[in-house]
């Protein structure tokens, strides 16, 4: 008879996830590097742990300690005293439940849980993060597959009716700081989560319990996962195919997450910055037609101005103006003739005989240019920001896809693992090249599928932004900047 398939939390987050990922780490369990940042995780519950046993905080003898107990001591203020709880630390917890596809054995280990003075049962948890914009809001921890498991499992062994979760986030990066999400969840809400988990691991995740045979491609990716956490550590092993990695960098939202960069704050609305940008466009279809167009990107007089399409701190491309040479009338007597040595050229005069981008795109009207610049697709860079509101014909592409696109080109290219092993300089200026050409090829697909806009959402700590920030800026016709 086989032994009951053992399934934990953190396996039901990273099948979500990414099944592939999912199905490498638990079923063939493929050896794996851990990531820096979660040592230092594993390192702060130590002193936690060693605090909330002793109600002492003691730093590690490293040269790291007094960092990583300023880290743990931000969120004391949120754990209940030693002195006065009796509280069980790494605690061991398992239940057998019936899904869809047959038993399980849910089971994993508690940080910390004891019964508060209110009477409810509370189980808590420590969280590290490098900013405290990815903790979980209330709504999120109330279906959180970690927390109801918890609950479930604290409702059933202490026989209460109601279950209180703790999470405590403590911030790794300065200024250290913490921050409590706290729910209180009764018995028929975590049975109706329940009933949910047992449908994804029942007939999701059990048929590929022990099946070592599959082929990795039997088994569905999550391309927008690749670069969660630092980076999947399957990446190099994951085969994934040229059309499905096209088709992660193009994907349109009808209907996006209201907030998919998990940023608590309020962003100006999507829907008035595209609607001033598209009215700006109407402004100069209009005035090409009647011929009073001052040329692309070109700032018209202020009397025919509409509302400013950039708001709050959107940031646009800075802008130049080319005066007109000056028709000159017939003189009446013969004019001296100018020294050569003396002539001039004014700071936004283009030299005789130069082919310039501001010049080619002077008159929309010239049937020789490629292509008007009304019909062109809005840029939009949303950095560190999110974004909210109906986006019907718009293109949004995350920054991670774009770089995924170009790694493995630039790595073959240079016969490295990695851009950065590349000899000083050369990795560098390698990527930026093969990013620019791929980020105007993406944009040139986006418009013509038809997109009247292109939102890229970029995230300045990839470490990727320093090499490519000047080229997102060079193509952003608008720049939303989060706090």
């Known amino acids: 008879m086989l032994p009951t398939p053992k399934i ?11 099944a592939r990922k999912w199905y490498f780490g638990s079923v063939v369990k493929v050896p794996r590097v851990t990531h820096p940042s979660a040592e230092k995780g594993e390192r702060i519950h130590t002193i936690l742990e060693g605090y909330l046993g002793t109600g002492i905080l003691v730093a590690p003898p490293t040269l790291d300690g007094a960092e990583l107990a300023a880290i743990a001591e931000s969120g004391i203020c949120h754990l209940p005293d ?35 003075a209110d009477g409810i049962w509370t189980v808590g948890d420590h969280k590290t993060t490098s900013n405290l914009r990815y903790a979980l ?34 911030q790794t990066k300065r200024p250290y700081k913490s921050r409590l999400v706290e729910v209180v969840l009764d018995e028929a809400h ?6 949910k988990l047992d449908e994804i691991v029942g007939r999701k995740m059990l048929p590929l319990v022990g099946r070592k045979d599959l082929h990795q491609t039997e088994v569905e990716p999550n391309l927008q996962s690749c670069d969660k956490y630092g980076g999947c550590p399957y ?31 309020e962003e100006a609305p999507m829907s008035s910055i595209l609607e001033k940008l598209k009215a700006a466009k109407a402004l100069a279809a209009k005035q090409a037609a009647e011929g009073t167009n001052t040329g692309p990107n070109v700032n018209p007089p202020e009397a025919t101005t509409p509302a400013d399409p950039i708001v709050d701190d959107v940031k646009a491309p800075e802008t130049v103006a080319i005066p007109e040479e000056p028709k000159a009338e017939a003189p009446t007597e013969p004019a001296p003739e100018e020294p050569k040595a003396k002539r001039t050229r004014g700071p936004n005069k283009p030299k005789e005989g130069a082919e310039t981008t501001l010049e080619a795109k002077a008159s ?18 949303f950095v560190d920001a999110s974004v909210s509101g109906s986006l019907g014909g718009c293109v949004i592409i995350a920054d991670s896809a774009i770089y995924q696109a170009v790694h493995p080109v630039v790595n073959k290219e240079l016969q490295v693992e990695d851009y950065a092993l590349a000899d000083f300089g050369k990795g560098a ?21 038809g997109a009247t806009s292109v939102v890229f959402l970029c995230d300045t700590r990839a470490r990727e932004w320093a090499v490519t920030s000047s080229v997102w800026r060079s193509k952003a016709d608008a720049i939303v900047k989060g706090n």
């Open 8 to 18: 934990s939390p953190s396996q039901i987050a990273t099948f979500t996830d990414c």
């Open 82 to 116: 030693p002195a006065h709880f009796k509280i069980d630390l790494e605690s061991a917890w398992s239940f057998t439940r019936e899904t869809p596809g047959g038993p399980v054995l849910y089971n994993g280990r508690k940080d910390l849980e004891y019964d508060a």
């Open 137 to 170: 809001t209330k709504e999120q921890l109330k279906t959180d597959p970690q927390g109801i498991l918890y609950g479930a499992q604290a409702l059933q062994a202490r026989n209460r009716d109601k279950v209180r979760l703790t999470w405590i986030y403590y």
């Open 190 to 195: 975590v049975e109706a989560e329940m009933v």
């Open 235 to 265: 990446r190099e092993i994951c085969e994934v195919s040229p059309v499905a990695r096209l088709r992660s960098v193009f994907t349109k939202f009808d209907a996006p997450s209201d907030n998919p960069l998990g940023i608590e704050k």
């Open 364 to 381: 929309p009207a010239d049937p020789t240019a490629p292509k008007d610049e009304a019909s062109r697709a809005s840029v939009v860079l």
């Open 429 to 449: 200026g390698a990527f930026a090249v093969a990013f620019a050409e791929t980020l105007a090829k993406a944009i040139k697909e986006a418009e013509s599928d």
